[in-house]
């Protein structure tokens, strides 16, 4: 059987590496296991999911149009519009917005169409922040480009350093995926920041794919965002995609809905390609995401109960193992010493599953892997148990 080689390079994906960590440990009997491990939201989505849905019921036996529901469309525009304080009309529903079954295949297509070789005879490039959400990587890899994983540590903000990106990779780069709020660390790009990648993007000609999926869920003020950064330059959103989604503001992961925006030639190509490729996202979801991009007490409600639990959180660490409160998202990203020591034994002695910051991160040329001193963990259930599973996390962690 022939398997296309790429995916071999891409290495072992993050939760498989996990399981095959923890397969072999039992964890204490007496715990009731908490999974912190993965950020899906637990939280109850809105009962107008459910009602929007089943009123659009009737629209199961069609094909859903790929480029999105006129509604849907523009349900999203006046949201990005609201959002980021855009001028009126720079969000239009016609051409800069696309709606996604979940951003994750967007995220990963979006190196199928824009990862060109630039020069003859020059492999591409595609940039990515290290420690990076696993489909970065996926995307990246399986273009076929040389992923180069920009060091996001402490020391550089839990950012890229815009500065040490040598010229000669800017200039074989076609691709850059960037993450604000950034999953694990919850860093947010100041616009300063934003306006910088747009300006290499446009001075060496790489499209910008801004992952904005924690964008709504923030400590104190909002996260800036690209089309922000893109409308104060002034003109179009010019090599800019930026990607959203229902999975964290509306705690419906389940409901796999999401959008992107941005530069409308490259809008138009996503288009085209997913009309060979892509997932149409079902009418009555789309109905449904219209209706949650429309309402903004859900997600302010959802926010507040993040707050409480990085609050929670606050309390519980008191400062230890590097605690600091995220700026966006609902990861904590604790500087443990040794994260897969860590995640092993918060599985054996406290039944609690974190991941190893070493499995979203590459080694860099020097050999270090700038997740190795770190575990994930995920703030996904309700208060009493996050609150519960941090003290027990305390407790196993510095006996
Ligand atoms: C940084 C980041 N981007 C994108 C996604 C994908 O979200 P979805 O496909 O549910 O929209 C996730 C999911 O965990 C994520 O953490």
């Known amino acids: 059987m022939t398997i296309n080689p790429r995916l071999d390079g891409l290495g072992e994906y993050t939760f ?18 908490v999974v912190m491990s993965i950020g899906d939201p637990l939280h109850e989505p809105p009962a107008l999911l459910h009602e929007t849905v089943m009123q659009n019921a009737r629209f199961w036996n069609k094909y859903p149009p790929m480029a999105g529901t006129p509604e849907f469309r523009a349900a999203v525009a006046a949201w990005l519009t609201r959002r980021y304080r855009l001028p009126p009309g720079y969000v239009t529903p016609g051409r800069h917005v696309l709606p996604l079954a979940g951003t994750k295949e967007g995220l990963f297509l979006t190196s199928l169409l824009a990862v060109p070789e630039k020069k003859a005879g020059q492999r591409p490039v595609v940039l990515l922040p290290n420690p990076y959400y696993v489909c970065y990587q996926g995307g990246g890899g399986m273009s076929g480009a040389e992923p180069v994983h920009l060091d996001a540590s402490a020391e550089t903000g839990f950012l890229p350093d815009l500065d040490a990106i040598p010229r000669a990779i800017l200039e074989r780069t076609a691709l850059f995926y960037l993450c604000s709020p950034s999953n694990p660390q919850g860093a947010c790009a100041s616009l300063d920041y934003l306006k910088r990648v747009l300006g290499l993007a446009r001075e060496y000609d790489f499209v910008v794919a801004l992952d904005e999926c924690y964008a709504e869920i923030y400590d104190k ?123 092993e034994k918060l599985w054996r002695e406290a039944a609690i599953r974190t991941l190893p910051g070493r499995y979203m991160a590459q080694p860099d040329a020097r050999g270090r892997n700038p997740g190795e001193r770190y575990i994930r963990v995920a703030l996904v259930h309700d208060e009493a148990t996050v609150a519960a599973a941090l003290a027990r996390m305390v407790r196993v962690l510095q006996g």
Not at 16 to 33: D, K, M, S, V
Not at 221 to 233: I, K
């Open 221 to 343: 003020a909002p996260p800036v965002g690209g089309l922000e950064a893109a409308a104060s330059l002034g003109g179009e959103p010019e090599k800019l995609l930026v990607f959203h989604s229902l999975s964290k503001r509306s705690s419906a992961a389940g409901l796999r809905s999401g959008f992107v925006a941005g530069d409308p030639e490259l809008i138009a190509g996503f288009l085209r390609l997913r009309n060979y490729g892509g997932c149409q996202v079902p009418i009555a979801i789309q109905a449904a995401a219209a209706a949650l991009w429309s309402d903004e007490a859900h997600a302010i409600e959802n926010r507040e109960r993040y707050r409480r639990k990085i609050d929670a959180a606050a309390d519980a660490l008191k400062g230890r193992f590097g605690f600091y409160r995220p700026e966006g998202g609902f990861f904590l990203w604790l500087d443990v010493g040794d994260g897969v020591a860590a995640a």
């Open 16 to 33: 498989t590496q996990l399981n095959q960590l923890l397969a072999p440990i039992a964890p204490r009997a007496n715990e009731t296991p």
